[in-house]
């Protein structure tokens, strides 16, 4: 896939402009047949859990209607928070980069790998999402980008394949190049941080063992700790959900006595939002989760605006974009729904 061309319709936006930022999750394109031999291992495993039950939830004919609804909004970058195929099959990488490339042809992207884009060791040693995508997925982590005069993007890498479980984990290099990082940032700015796993889940919600991320601990202690105004973007949890912290709880059980739940409600800084599955459907969703648009200030302290845009309940209807409250303002706007 060629690299994103600059000199597309897509303007850099001002030091005092807003920044408009689109967010799309786990895509999970999928080849239902592939030759016998590269079914080895945990490819066995994912393989027939595509036949059973992924294929009847994730439909691969919504993707070129969410690339169209995409590039239709004109976004200044497109974040693109990981798990683009199933088993990380040359296939697959193939496959997808021929559907999105419409989209990053026009608009910057960045992409984050996900956990089943590195399925395997092979598929990683392989580096298969970052040839078929190119200069569109960092060679290093964390990427540290400049949004506009109030906000900075900084990237994590948390995709590790294993044998059997889906665990994901930042590794100590990462962790200390990003606590520098955000202590060199000053607390006037925003960071817009963006890792494929989630720290924090909604209340009363925890993630199984085999699918958290190993290292989330000290992860979200960096951003308990941060002093800027910090939107934590994820996906993996395939389910769209935008919250503020004292509306969470770690990922992971915390240790006793860590007093997490208190730190949480006062970490008024910290908002969440979950890209959710665009090719998912549900009773929900019957067309797909859609996407994420937000909308960043010049000033880190104005309102964000968050739009979730998803098509209609039907074929043919028109997609919806829901006005979301940012979670962090006080005197919050009120939300709405409007057909596009």
């Known amino acids: 896939m060629p690299a994103v061309n600059n000199d597309t319709?897509?303007?850099t936006p001002g030091e005092d402009e807003p920044?408009?930022?689109l967010l799309i999750g786990d895509i999970h394109y999928y080849r239902l047949m592939t030759w016998p031999w590269r079914l080895l291992g945990k490819r066995l495993l994912g393989q027939l859990n595509l036949w059973l039950r992924r294929r009847r939830r994730f439909d691969r004919r919504l993707?070129?209607?969410?690339v169209r609804r995409a590039i239709e909004l004109a976004p200044h970058r497109v974040l693109m928070s990981g798990d683009l195929t199933t088993t990380a099959l040359p296939g697959e990488f193939a496959a997808v980069a021929a559907a999105i490339k419409p989209l990053i042809e026009r608009h910057p992207t960045l992409i984050l790998p996900g956990n089943h884009d590195r399925y395997t060791f092979s598929a990683m040693l392989g580096r298969g999402l970052e040839r078929h995508c190119s200069a569109l997925v960092p060679d290093s982590f964390p990427l540290r980008l400049h949004l506009n005069g109030g906000?900075?993007?900084l990237a994590i890498d948390s995709a590790v394949p294993r044998m059997l479980s889906s665990r994901g984990r930042v590794g100590k290099r990462q962790l200390n190049d990003l606590a520098k990082a955000l202590d060199q940032t000053p607390a006037e700015r925003g960071v817009l941080m963006l890792c494929h796993y989630p720290v924090l889940m909604p209340a009363q919600r925890q993630q199984k063992w085999d699918h958290r991320?190993?290292?989330?601990a000290p992860l979200l202690e960096l951003l308990?700790?941060?002093?800027?105004?910090?939107i934590f973007c994820h996906?993996?949890?395939h389910e769209p959900w935008l919250l503020p912290a004292v509306e969470t709880t770690p990922a992971a059980p915390p240790t006793p006595g860590a007093g997490l739940k208190a730190r949480l409600a006062e970490a008024n800084h910290l908002t969440v939002l979950n890209a959710g599955a665009p090719c998912m459907v549900s009773q929900r969703y019957p067309r797909g989760q859609g996407f994420w648009e937000i909308a960043l200030p010049p000033g880190p302290h104005e309102a964000v605006a968050y739009r979730h845009h998803a098509p209609g309940d039907r074929p043919g209807e028109p997609w919806q974009a829901h006005l979301h409250a940012?979670?962090?303002q006080a005197g919050r706007i009120e939300a709405d729904s409007s057909p596009l």
């Open 213 to 216: 991320l190993a290292d989330s």
């Open 9 to 11: 319709p897509t303007t």
């Open 151 to 153: 906000w900075d993007l």
């Open 326 to 328: 940012d979670p962090s």
């Open 224 to 230: 308990l700790n941060c002093r800027s105004r910090t």
């Open 19 to 21: 920044v408009r930022l």
């Open 63 to 66: 993707l070129p209607e969410t």
């Open 235 to 237: 996906g993996h949890v």
